[in-house]
């Protein structure tokens, strides 16, 4: 399926790189997330956009800064991670009147040394 | 107490067998509920809305209270590919959605 599409699928990287994870929805969604999951959790929803305008930031460290340049593309951008970082990357889009029909992309796999 | 309740199994049932799932939710104020299932290593996907009347997809039947806060999903004859991580989800406020952590099912031969 390529509706919502991540790379990179798996990145490990130090605490002290800055790396940049991307999100492309083939959908014509107008809405884009960004979620978190780690082991034995809930996702975690971290970021919502829509119409490319951030809606939502659910109280998430500085180290963590997503941009949205068109409504077809989400980023997010790390740096100083922590090893509790480690975690799966989950992007998700839906139409901006049905919010709650959300799709996700295969999720990146981060791994903080 | 977690917004989204679940049993986290594993849920160990032979093939054919009829499983059921139980969730409860916090947020009085929710007004619309999902069932997604995430195999190992995938994406969450929806696989069922969840109405007040209940609502069935083939072998697969919903139901919901809200008085008691309270989702359920049956899974009837299970199969072998029905084996995977069953996540109760809830609305929040906007675009929010809450997840359970999920409830792990293996459809054993």
Redesign the interface.
Known sequence: ETGVTQTPRHLVMGMTNKKSLKCEQHLGHN?M?WYKQSA????E?MF?Y?LEER??NNSVPSRFSPECPNSSHLFLHLHTLQPEDSALY?CAS?PSDS?????????TRLTVT | RKEVEQDPGPFNVPEGATVAFNCTYSNSASQSFFWYRQDCRKEPKLLMSVYSSGNEDGRFTAQLNRASQYISLLIRDSKLSDSATYLCVVTGGGNKLTFGTGTQLKVEL
């Open positions: 809405a997330y034995k959790k809930p996702l929803l919502v829509s809606v939502e989950l839906s919010p709650y029909e959300q799709y996700f992309g295969p999720g």
